[in-house]
């Protein structure tokens, strides 16, 4: 298929989709050079095997699937052209991508009253990794909150139809990406001791 052939609105959408394609790509490199550089600390002799995971890790886990799960819904309700219940579900979807936030904060206090910070003399290698991960997923989950803003915003503003909706698209694999990312994360931080 040739790239430069197409109308200008097919051009614009295949280079939106590129874009995303990029930008996960470039976050799948980055998260897998911390989490090798995880692996490779976890041979030193200060590494500590013994923590667990805060509890609140495993909710917010529950919160950004579930948000993936009315993510799909939402999409689906558009492409039958039930609009209101589309934006429903986005409602939805943005207030389990927030109580997902919430929770990993939660997590974060865990570990401070369990005695483990990000940096000091109290710290380990392998809590600051931790925090480090979890933080930095925070982050990507933020612009992921914002990008759902935008869609629920252009759904009341009837731009998307079941024919028409590039935006929403791109919005939910994003958001898919981040979902299928934290739960390697988790999986990850459980599984390398």
Known sequence: MDLTQGTRKEKSDRAKKMMLWFGIVSLIMAFAGWTSAYIVSSKREDWITDIDLPESFYMSTAMIILSSITYMLAKKALKNEAKKVCVT?????????????????????????????????TSSIKMSYIFLIAAVHIVHVVAGIISLMVVIYNQIKGKYSSQEHLGLSLGATFWHFLDLLWVYLLLFMLLVD
Not at 95 to 101: N, P, Q, R, S, T
Request: proline share 3%; net charge neutral.
């Open 89 to 121: 579900w986005l409602w939805i979807t943005l207030g389990l991508a927030i109580a997902f936030v919430v929770f990993q904060f939660s997590g974060f206090s865990q570990m401070v009253a369990q005695g483990y910070y990000f940096t000091g003399p």
